[in-house]
């Protein structure tokens, strides 16, 4: 079974419109937007399930909002592959947050506990 981002909005956007003719012209666009969605989750979800595994938990969070910020005015580095995207993007984000732990100024950690 293949559970890659762009297999399941493929899916979801055939259904969508078979089901809903009005969207039958906007399949291609709702494809792309649930595939960012998903790919968007899955990142999320691994990020945070491997952050919290590793107790930097904290850390990853404040990673993956700055990296986002950044990325939506800079567009980020590009792959042809999801999974080199995905995989790129999951260790750079882990690698921030452990070394910000380990490395990082001690008022800041006080300052992301305080959230969380």
Not at 13 to 24: D, E, Q, R, S, T
Not at 77 to 97: R, W
Request: proline content about 2%.
């Amino acid at each position: 079974m293949n559970i890659s981002p762009n297999t399941i909005s493929h899916h979801l956007a055939n259904y969508v419109a078979k089901h809903n003719l009005k969207y039958k012209n906007e399949q291609d666009r709702i494809r792309y937007g649930l595939e960012w969605v998903i790919s968007g989750l899955y990142q999320f979800l691994s990020v945070v399930l491997i952050g919290y595994f590793f107790n930097v938990i904290s850390f990853t969070i404040v990673a993956l909002l700055t990296g986002a910020l950044l990325r939506m005015f800079s567009g980020g580095i590009h792959f042809k592959k999801y999974i080199k995207c995905y995989l790129y993007s999951t260790v750079t984000i882990l690698l921030t947050a452990i070394i910000s732990n380990n490395y990082g100024n001690p008022e800041i950690f006080i300052a992301t506990n305080f959230f969380w």
